[in-house]
């Protein structure tokens, strides 16, 4: 059974840092494109940053121009991705998601069970 389990969120003041982790059971997703996605209340989804797969051990990172300078996503092995999140803002507060894609079209994507994140002003 594949599990993808997020650990780290919890309330932080602005301007703090937050370290997220997921971790991923059940098969091997080197070739997965892992991602972090969040949700506030009342909004869609969002794509935050991900790491794709380009060969051997290497992944690309790409990042949502929002995040872009103040988020940093490391791909530690081919089953747990971790988000390193930096001056944090109250409009970080959210549901945050990780994500694993087989880029191969037709094929499941995994979600896991979110880890809330709240920043207080």
């Known amino acids: 059974q594949v599990q993808l389990v997020e650990s780290g969120g919890r309330r932080v003041q602005a301007g703090e840092s937050l370290h997220l982790s997921c971790t991923a059971s059940?098969?091997?997703?080197?070739?997965?494109?892992m991602a972090w996605f969040r949700q506030a209340p009342g909004k869609e989804r969002e794509f935050l940053a991900s790491?794709?797969?380009?060969?051997?051990?290497?992944?690309?990172a790409d990042y949502a121009d929002s995040v872009k300078g103040r988020f940093a996503i490391t791909r530690r092995n081919a089953n747990a991705v971790s988000l390193q999140m930096n001056t944090l803002k109250p409009e970080d507060t959210a549901v945050y998601y990780c994500?694993?894609?087989?880029?191969?079209?037709?094929?499941?994507?995994?979600w896991g069970q979110g880890t809330q994140v709240t920043v207080s002003s």
């Open positions: 994500n694993a894609n087989d880029p191969v079209p037709g094929s499941t994507t995994y």
């Open positions: 059940g098969r091997t997703f080197n070739t997965y494109t």
């Open positions: 790491t794709r797969w380009t060969g051997g051990n290497r992944y690309y």
